[in-house]
């Protein structure tokens, strides 16, 4: 098992060394969304055509948007699971200001702009954000728990709105000024849906934000190790609410996209999608423990799952058999990533004495790292 | 000194030594901790093994008692080889260990702690009733007057320690390790184990007993071995030595660690503690640091001595920002930065070099280049980026400066020794430009030649400058760069030393070679 991970540190003495097996284990989400596709292509003759590969990533835009988030909030060595809540939210909130906001006191009813209607949206995503990101930073509330009480109590915000009910003719009138919600989702330029170009955008800005900024490597930095990041100077309390406020963010993006696709939003829109977007990350070969992964990767997650569920229903598999299918093919990225980060998480402990194990024989307890690693 | 007979690797007299390691080593990542090593237990006596933090004696022990699995080299039981698979398998055998870090469950009662994993069961599950009556007479039998039904996580450090010390006995073990088992105890406490030593030996057990305090092993040694950079120097018969047989192999003849660099004036003052208070987290009553004042000059370096539990990497880490003080201040170039946060503080001109490295110092999902250049990160920023121009040029400048030896900055950092570790952390911290540099235990867990590399840098850049103020727990590290030697001992500073003083008046001060 040590000898595995020689390979490794080869690769870094002779930059562009070539091993086959780093190679496929690097590269294991994009061969698989190739073998996707292969494997549908020979199916069905409906799989490889443009009309199909548009309507599937037209899907795929709204997993990734909220995979992109959560990824910012796994290399934090946090969770997320009030993502999918928070997506049904912002398409309430936006339904809501469609369809005007009624004044009583003045006896009038406010028609906000398209534009006013998105920075909305977004700002109750944000809010969302950073209620998780103080309740984790500043009151050590596990992430899995906090968020998991923001997943219900934003969900019931978003039934409590409507009542239950669903907005739907979000298209807005003309002489209301309010046109151009549906262009976000439903419209193409070029052929190809609006949420597929945003979803783009967002992907570039977070690539940027990663690799480029010191935001991104104080994040690589405290979710690799919190407490040496502390004490190099990281804001690791601030870098945490802003991850959390980025995942709102990216959620209700989602969340408006997906209610303008549809020009309808659901107060149960994005039920479970949290898991998806963990799901995505996962498979792009992120580390739930913090610290690794990127963008690159979590899209290209985002695509194999979404590539593969549209995949089972063109091919008439039952959508049983398609749960067993997704679940199967996360289990396994995630198998592959505790091969790829066994051998190297067993080097973070050379130099010093490693902590002593009871003498019993029981691990340590760490309870924090193993809920989050159920929620993959 | 009857080493000979060993070093040749033969194999051991069944009948006179009941567990030996054979050509034992034991690397974790490029860092040798063990080097060989050949260490024999003999039947029915107590063997005490002597070395400096990070000779490599704990690793040893955990060898022995099954926590670890040797790298190469092999473990033989009455004449017989084995592997221990995990310490049940070794506890099988009939050895068990007292950890010097505390393995207890803060949150279960004494009972539950004492049978962790070997609970007693009846017909009705868990007999509680039993298990309750064994811890009675353990606690009788140390004199102490615990009731089993207490949490640990209530008891002073101290009464853990004795609870440690009764889980080990209630196995009826034939071996028993001890890593430090007295480091918490008072002399009374010490004196009840001492007796219960020799009733055990009496009985037949075996014991390994490690310990800090020299004059008190020596006690009760029958044999002593010597550990040193992972490699034992000496083994003799506790008849044949004394207190200064031991320093002399623990220290050995001196790699030279350096001078104090001369030739220059102190500056002004750099750093100026001022009776500084920090309390005990689990006994917010008591005082880990209590009332300590120090200045240190432009271009000095204090180093700070004590035994563990002395208050040297509260002190430091209060200092630094990481733990919170109820009393006192800290000022830096004559402004009080009590009230700053960490980066602050490293932005001020303070920067800490922590004692755990793997825990505190490094993040080990990044590369060497990245790590090397965390602190100062702010300082590369381009409008909105990162300028990874001038990022690499700090960071080929570190790697020459503090002389890392890797394959370059792109590495991870996990394929380095400890003592490049050790660079990277300090190259990390220097880069932030600091003009006061705490670094606790720079030396721990690298070896002797890393360790006068780090301390040569030191010498340099306080030579142009820096204040140093540097922590060790081994007394031949006081005498190596440092000016001025300060002890610390219960929290307070017991003694201060110029740079002429001796290993003695050391390690008197600091309460180590002195019977309590």
């Known amino acids: 098992m040590t000898r595995s991970d020689d390979g490794l540190t080869k690769t870094g003495m002779f930059s562009g060394g070539f091993s086959l097996g780093k190679l496929i284990l690097e590269g294991r989400a994009f061969l698989a969304l190739i073998a996707i596709i292969v494997v549908f292509s020979l199916l069905s003759p409906d799989y490889f055509t443009f009309h199909n590969l548009v309507t599937m990533s037209s899907h795929v835009s709204i997993y990734a948007l909220l995979a992109i988030g959560m990824l910012l909030v796994i290399l934090n060595g946090g969770i997320d699971l009030s993502v999918g809540s928070t997506l049904g939210l912002s398409g309430i909130v936006a339904g809501y200001l469609m369809h005007g906001v009624n004044l009583k006191a003045m006896g009038i009813t406010l028609f906000p702009a398209v534009w006013v209607v998105v920075i909305v949206s977004c700002a109750v995503g944000a809010l969302i954000g950073v209620i998780n990101g103080v309740l984790i930073s500043k009151f050590k509330v596990a992430p899995f728990v906090a968020t998991l009480g923001m997943l219900y109590v934003v969900r019931g915000v978003a039934l409590l709105i409507t009542n239950g009910l669903t907005y739907n003719n979000l298209e807005g009138k003309p002489e209301l000024g309010n046109t151009g919600f549906d262009w976000l989702g439903f419209n193409t330029l070029l052929s190809i849906p609006v949420g597929v170009y945003v979803m783009v955008i967002v992907a570039i800005i977070g690539s940027i934000v990663l690799n480029r900024t010191v935001f991104g490597r104080w994040l690589y930095a405290s979710g690799g190790n919190e407490r040496a990041a502390e004490l190099s100077g990281v804001p690791v309390k601030r870098v945490k609410i802003w991850v959390y406020v980025a995942s709102g963010v990216c959620s209700a993006i989602a969340g408006i996209i997906l209610s303008s696709e549809l ?114 | 000194m009857s080493a000979d007979e060993i070093v040749d690797g033969a194999a051991p007299d069944a009948a006179e030594i009941v567990l030996s390691a054979r050509d034992v080593v034991k690397t974790y990542g490029g860092t040798h901790a063990l080097k060989g090593v050949n260490f024999d237990i003999h039947r029915g006596s107590v063997t005490t093994l002597f070395g400096e933090n990070g000779a490599g004696k704990s690793t040893l022990m955990k060898i022995l008692s099954g926590v670890e699995s040797p790298t190469s080299g092999q473990i033989i039981l009455d004449g017989e080889t084995v592997s221990f698979g995990s310490t049940v398998d070794a506890r099988d055998r009939g050895i068990s260990i007292i950890h010097q870090e505390l393995s207890l469950a803060p949150n279960l009662n004494v009972r539950d702690n004492i049978f962790m994993g070997r609970e007693i069961t009846g017909p009705g599950g868990v007999d509680y009733a039993e298990e309750a009556k064994q811890a009675r007479q353990l606690m009788a039998e140390l004199e102490e007057n ?94 044949d030595i004394d207190l200064e047989w031991i320093v002399r192999n623990m220290v050995g003849a001196g790699f030279n660690l350096g001078e104090p660099p001369t030739g220059y004036e102190f500056g002004e003052v750099a ?32 180093c700070i001595y004590g035994l563990m539990g002395a208050g040297r990497t509260e002190l430091l880490e209060a200092v630094a920002g990481r733990v919170p003080f109820t009393g006192g201040r800290v000022l830096l170039k004559g402004e009080d930065i009590s009230h700053k946060s960490i980066a602050e503080r490293i932005e001020a001109g303070l920067s800490l070099v922590p004692e755990d490295r793997q825990r505190d110092g490094l993040v080990q999902t990044m590369t060497v280049s990245r790590n090397l250049s965390l602190a100062s990160i702010q300082t590369f920023v381009r409008g909105l980026f990162l300028s990874r121009r001038s990022e690499q040029a700090l960071v080929d400048d570190s790697i020459r400066d503090v002389r890392v030896k890797t394959s370059g900055g792109a590495a991870e950092i996990g394929s380095l020794s400890g003592g490049n570790q050790q660079k990277v952390v300090i190259g990390k911290m220097l880069a932030t430009k600091p003009d006061v540099i705490l670094l606790d235990e720079p030396s721990r867990g690298i070896d002797v030649g890393a360790k006068a590399e780090v301390f040569r840098l030191l010498a340099e850049r306080a030579a142009s400058g820096l204040a140093v103020v540097y922590s060790t727990s081994e007394v031949g590290e006081c005498l190596s760069i440092a000016h001025r030697i300060v002890v610390m001992s219960r929290g307070r500073i017991s003694a201060e030393f110029g740079s002429d003083t001796t290993k003695e008046q050391i390690m008197a001060a600091s309460g180590e070679a002195v019977v309590a």
Do not use: C
């Open chain 1, 263 to 376: 020009t309808s939003a659901s107060p149960t829109a994005g039920n479970s999608y949290e898991l998806t977007a963990i799901a995505a990350v996962v498979i792009g070969g992120a580390s739930l423990m913090g610290g690794r992964g990127n963008i690159r990767g979590t899209l290209l997650g985002a695509f194999v799952i979404g590539f593969l569920s549209d995949g089972l229903v063109i091919i008439g598999i039952s959508s049983y058999w398609q749960t067993v299918f997704t679940g199967a093919v996360i289990v396994f990225a995630v198998l592959l990533n505790a091969v790829q980060y066994r051998g190297r998480r067993k080097k973070q402990k050379p130099g010093s004495l490693p902590p002593a194990t009871p003498s019993s024989g029981t691990e340590p307890p760490q309870a924090a790292p193993v809920l989050e690693k159920t929620a993959g």
């Open chain 2, 146 to 239: 615990i009731d089993p039904s207490t949490l640990v996580a209530d008891l002073r450090l101290g009464q853990q320690q004795i609870v440690e010390i009764a889980r080990a006995l209630s196995v009826d073990s034939r071996i028993l390790i001890m890593d430090e088992p007295t480091s918490a105890l008072s002399a009374t406490e010490v004196d009840v184990l001492f007796r219960v030593i020799h009733e055990l030996k009496a009985k037949g057990v075996s014991i390994v007993y490690i310990s800090h305090h020299l004059e008190e092993a020596l006690q009760i040694t029958d044999f002593a071995v010597v550990l040193r950079d992972g490699s034992i120097t000496a083994t003799a018969d506790a008849a």
């Open chain 2, 271 to 302: 750093l100026q503690i001022d009776s500084l208070r920090v309390p005990d987290v689990e006994n917010p009553d008591r005082s880990v640091v209590d009332g300590v004042s120090l200045d240190v000059r432009e271009g000095e370096i204090v």
